[in-house]
C-alpha cells in the first residue's frame, strides 16, 4: 500500500513496501544500476526516486508501485483526485470498457488464506456499486497475485492501466505478511493494490509522512492537473485506503472519501 514496510510490519507500522511506501525507515540510497535519465523519467511521472529500486519488469517507486518501461516513456499528462488536505490521486490511465467486470485469480503459489482475503476484497469493491465489478476466478484473470520473488524488500507491489485495461498482476510477499494475521488486515493490503491497478495513487502522496512519519515530503507532480471531487473535507483524511502506510495488524474499509472518489472514477 504505499510504505507498507517491512520493518513496520514487523513492529511501529506495516507498510505494503518494505523499502518503499513512504517510510523514512524505508529510505534508501538509490541502486547504482539506475541511470540518470530513468531517474529523470521517474522524476517527470511525478514519483520521487529516493527509495527507487530496479526490479523485474521495471522500476519500484514509492514502496509498491512498478513503474513499467511503458510508462515511463509516456507523455507526462496524469491528473489528480483531491480529497480534502490529503489528496486521493489517480493517473490518466484508468480502466475503460464500463461497465465491465474486473477478474483476480489468486495464484497457488500463495497460501489458501489469501484467497479468503481476495473473497473480501471482491466484496468490498462490489458492496460500492461501481459501474467497475469484481470476481474472483480460477485462471484467465485481468489481474493475478502471485507471491513475490525471494527476498522482496516490499509486502505487496502493483502497477497501473494501460490501454484501458487495469494492471495484470500484484506480487504479493507472504513471506513477510504471513497467513496468521486477520483477513482484514491482509486484505486491506490486497484492497490497497488492487486500487494501484485501476489507477489510484497513494492518498497522501503531498505528504507521505501523514501515513509513515518522518520527515514531510512533497516530490511534486511535474505537469499535474488537479481535479477537487465535490464534496470532500477540507480537513485530513486519516484512514483511507490508499494511505501510503498502514500500521500492522490495521483493517481499513472504504471510508466517505475514498468512496467519493471511487464513484467519481467507476
Known amino acids: 500500500m504505499s510504505k507498507f514496510s517491512f520493518l513496520l510490519a514487523l513492529g511501529t507500522s506495516a507498510a505494503l513496501a518494505l523499502t518503499g511506501c513512504q517510510k523514512n525507515a524505508e529510505d534508501v540510497a538509490k541502486p547504482a544500476e539506475i541511470s540518470s535519465d530513468v531517474a529523470m523519467q521517474v522524476k517527470a511521472l511525478g514519483f520521487g526516486t529516493q527509495d527507487m529500486q530496479a526490479v523485474e519488469g521495471g522500476y519500484l517507486v514509492e514502496g509498491d508501485i512498478l513503474l513499467t518501461p511503458e510508462l515511463l516513456a509516456s507523455k507526462t499528462d496524469y491528473s489528480m483526485l483531491r480529497v480534502g488536505a490529503d489528496e486521493q490521486y489517480r493517473t490518466t490511465n484508468l480502466v475503460t470498457g464500463l461497465p465491465r467486470t474486473i477478474t483476480l485469480a489468486v495464484s497457488s503459489t500463495l497460501p489458501s488464506a489469501y484467497v479468503t482475503a481476495v473473497d473480501e476484497v471482491v466484496r468490498r469493491y462490489n458492496a460500492e456499486n461501481l459501474q467497475l465489478r469484481f470476481a474472483r476466478v480460477t485462471s484467465g484473470?485481468?489481474?493475478?497475485?502471485?507471491?513475490?520473488?525471494?527476498?522482496?524488500?516490499?509486502?505487496?507491489?502493483?502497477?497501473?492501466?494501460?490501454?484501458?485495461?487495469?494492471?495484470?498482476?500484484?506480487?504479493?510477499?507472504?513471506?513477510?505478511?504471513?497467513?496468521?494475521?486477520?483477513?482484514?488486515?491482509?486484505?486491506?493490503?490486497?484492497?490497497?493494490?488492487?486500487?494501484?491497478?485501476?489507477?489510484?495513487?497513494?492518498?497522501?502522496?503531498?505528504?507521505?509522512?501523514?501515513?509513515?512519519?518522518?520527515?514531510?515530503?512533497?516530490?511534486?507532480?511535474?505537469?499535474?492537473?488537479?481535479?477537487?471531487?465535490?464534496?470532500?473535507?477540507?480537513?485530513?483524511?486519516?484512514?483511507?485506503?490508499?494511505?501510503?502506510?498502514?500500521?500492522?495488524?490495521?483493517?481499513?474499509?472504504?471510508?466517505?472519501?475514498?468512496?467519493?472518489?471511487?464513484?467519481?472514477?467507476?
Not at 509486502?155 to 492501466?161: D, N
Not at 491497478?197 to 516530490?219: K, L, Q
Not at 507532480?221 to 483524511?237: N, Q
Open 141 to 266: 484473470a485481468n489481474i493475478t497475485l502471485t507471491n513475490s520473488p525471494s527476498g522482496a524488500s516490499y509486502l505487496a507491489s502493483a502497477g497501473f492501466p494501460s490501454g484501458g485495461n487495469p494492471y495484470n498482476q500484484v506480487l504479493v510477499n507472504s513471506r513477510a505478511i504471513g497467513t496468521s494475521n486477520a483477513t482484514t488486515y491482509i486484505a486491506t493490503i490486497l484492497a490497497h493494490e488492487v486500487g494501484h491497478c485501476i489507477g489510484f495513487r497513494h492518498t497522501d502522496y503531498m505528504n507521505r509522512a501523514y501515513s509513515c512519519g518522518g520527515t514531510a515530503t512533497n516530490e511534486g507532480a511535474s505537469t499535474v492537473g488537479a481535479i477537487l471531487i465535490p464534496g470532500t473535507p477540507s480537513a485530513a483524511d486519516p484512514n483511507s485506503w490508499m494511505l501510503a502506510c498502514v500500521g500492522s495488524g490495521t483493517n481499513r474499509p472504504f471510508n466517505t472519501n475514498d468512496r467519493t472518489a471511487l464513484n467519481y472514477l467507476y
